[in-house]
């Protein structure tokens, strides 16, 4: 047939398969309706998003939140996802029945470095990883750590000194991310790096391909995660991964020829020593495998990084435009060190009014501004009526709870008294 009622074929099959999937990409919209839910409106393919990508994610949610409530649906792409901002409703996702929400988003990149770490773990596999890695976040082992940390800040100091001697305006999250990625690089894999003034050093280069900005890959992957599977589409430059793996396997051959006491106790030491013990052990549980060490170390800069980086330069914001706050910080750390020239741990955790200075710094901008699970039935949420089915993803907007005022009066005020 060369028509069908006077329209060609070659017209019609186009129409079709753009209606086709235009029905496809449109399929789950008014879902959050027809459960009596409000929803935020969604458009094709990019969902409630809309073409809005870039802006404040947590001041998109904050809008939300003012405008349906508490409980309210959204639209990733296709996907329908439940924000849920009730804190009694939260308690039990979050705590009381963690159990049934032990997943979280489910990504994968086709990357076998990044698809193995804890973060993107769920079920048995993240239960037996999380109980492998925990006794390494032992009081204890992270006291450890503080000497490779404290010297990172001693680096950072000289920087600041150096800078300021210059009489010259600097940008401070230059500065503190460097700081951050220097502590991470050393308490990771044991490299020492000065990543401010060594922009050269191939480390820095491949840590900086892992904690870009959101790229096209990342959209991808949270818009159309079917897609990104059948693609295998990895979230960075697979020979990234592989240069992970070769500097580890160069530092790990490096080690087997040092005395127990010669050996770095940072978080890659950690792990292999968490590696030989579970090896040794016949319980049939999961083993740490080598790609497992890699993986964990390098998921430290992906969520570490920015968080650290950004958090100290609002911190930093905030005493130089409030002195008063600044002024009592000041004289607290000065009485409690009282000109000691090493800082203990222990010392840190008697610095109360620094705890408030950074819990408030936390709120008031949030540089993770929200929390997803899925749980792995249905289930009913509270005496709302509401049935949460299986899988179904769940956003905790934390940035639009911590500038809500029945919980934090005037929450656009920095207060650390609060």
């Known amino acids: 047939m060369a028509d069908f009622y006077g329209i060609p074929f070659y017209i019609i099959f186009p129409v079709m398969i753009f209606v086709s999937f235009y029905l496809y990409v449109t399929r789950n919209f008014g ?26 994610h947590g001041k998109r949610e904050q809008k939300w939140y003012k405008k349906y409530g508490k409980i309210f649906g959204i639209y990733e792409g296709a996907a329908p996802v439940l924000v849920i901002a009730d804190p009694h409703l939260l308690k039990n996702i979050l705590i009381k029945d963690f159990h049934v929400f ?89 490299i020492q790096l000065d990543s401010r003034k060594d922009l050269n050093n191939p480390f820095l280069k491949a840590v900086r391909q892992t904690i870009r900005p959101m790229s096209w890959r990342t959209l991808i992957a949270v ?51 968490a590696e030989k013990e579970d090896s040794n052990s016949k319980n049939g549980k999961k083993t740490l495998e080598l790609d497992d060490v890699i993986s964990q170390c390098v998921m430290f800069f992906m969520v570490g990084y920015f968080t650290t980086a950004a958090t100290l330069s609002f911190v930093a914001h905030q005493l130089a435009i409030k002195p008063k706050i600044q002024e009592k910080l000041i004289k607290e750390i000065d009485e409690v060190l009282k000109g000691k020239e090493k800082i203990h741990v222990d010392d840190v955790t008697e610095l109360k009014y620094l705890d408030a200075v950074l819990q408030e710094t936390l709120r008031y901008y949030t540089p993770a501004a929200r ?16 049935i949460i089915p299986k899988s179904t993803l769940i956003n905790v907007p934390i940035y639009a709870l911590n500038h809500d005022p029945q919980y934090f009066p005037e929450p656009d005020k920095f207060d650390p008294e609060r």
Not at 31 to 56: A, Q
Not at 118 to 127: A, D, M, R, S
Not at 160 to 168: L, N, T
């Open 371 to 386: 929390l997803e699970r899925r749980p792995v039935e249905d289930y009913k949420l509270g005496d709302t009526g509401i």
């Open 223 to 273: 818009l159309f995660p079917g897609l990104a599977k059948i693609l295998r589409l990895s979230l960075f430059d697979p020979r990234t991964s592989l240069f992970f793996k070769d500097v580890a396997m160069q530092i790990i051959n490096e080690r087997k020829h040092l005395n127990e006491d010669e050996k770095p106790q940072d978080f890659l030491q950690l792990l292999l020593e």
């Open 102 to 190: 032990s997943e979280g988003r489910g990504l994968r990149f086709g990357d076998n470095i990044i698809d193995r770490m804890l973060v993107f773990q769920h079920g048995k596999q993240w239960k037996e990883l999380r109980s492998i890695m925990t006794p390494t976040f032992s009081s204890g082992k992270i006291k450890m750590m503080s000497k490779l940390i404290d010297d990172c800040g001693k680096t950072l100091t000289n920087n600041f000194i150096e800078a300021a001697e210059s009489k010259k305006e600097i940008d401070v999250t230059k500065y503190f991310g460097a700081y951050a990625m220097d502590v991470i690089a050393r308490c990771s894999f044991g």
């Open 31 to 56: 879902y959050w309706k027809r459960l009596g839910i409000p929803e935020v409106t969604p458009m094709p393919f990019t969902g409630s998003f809309k073409f809005d990508f870039y802006s404040h």
